[in-house]
């Protein structure tokens, strides 16, 4: 069990700093934000300029593999990691409008790792009671 919940805790960790280690484009909330926009134009059925389903692929990628990776650790069970309680029912789209809502009502941690911006908003959004 120790094995599983160190290996749980390095996963996490490489998914909240990935972000600072890599030169990648969606690094930051500013990044994750303009990706995210574009999932919500797809979302609303608005016409998509250029590049908007590679965005769009961005944002889903990013906000479905924070809660597939918290929902791995949260299950085994890690002392001290952030915790939500995402209902089952809540889909893709859902989590993105809700990720998007809140890096724009906090425009001051767009600097901020995505990656950890993401986690911030699933925390904030769906705590365990």
């Known amino acids: 069990m120790k094995a599983i919940a160190g290996m749980a805790a390095t996963l996490l ?33 608005e016409a998509a300029p250029g590049n908007d389903s590679y965005f769009d692929g961005t944002c889903i990628g990013i906000v479905r593999g924070v809660r597939d990776t918290i929902d791995y650790v949260s299950s085994s069970l890690v002392p001290g990691t ?5 209902p089952e029912s809540i889909n893709n789209g859902q ?3 809700v990720v998007f809502q809140w890096l724009n009502a906090n425009p001051k941690e767009l ?19």
Do not use: E, F, W
């Not at 700093?17 to 574009?38: E, I, K, M, R, T």
């Not at 908003?121 to 705590?127: D, N, Q, V």
């Open 13 to 45: 960790g490489t998914l909240l700093v990935s972000g600072q280690a890599n030169a990648v484009d969606y690094a930051d909330g500013n990044s994750l934000l303009h990706a995210c926009a574009a999932t919500i134009r797809d979302l609303n059925g």
């Open 82 to 86: 952030p915790h939500q309680c995402i």
């Open 95 to 97: 989590l993105v409008r």
């Open 111 to 129: 600097d901020s790792p995505g990656t950890l911006l993401v986690l911030m908003a699933l925390t904030s959004a769906y705590p365990c009671k």
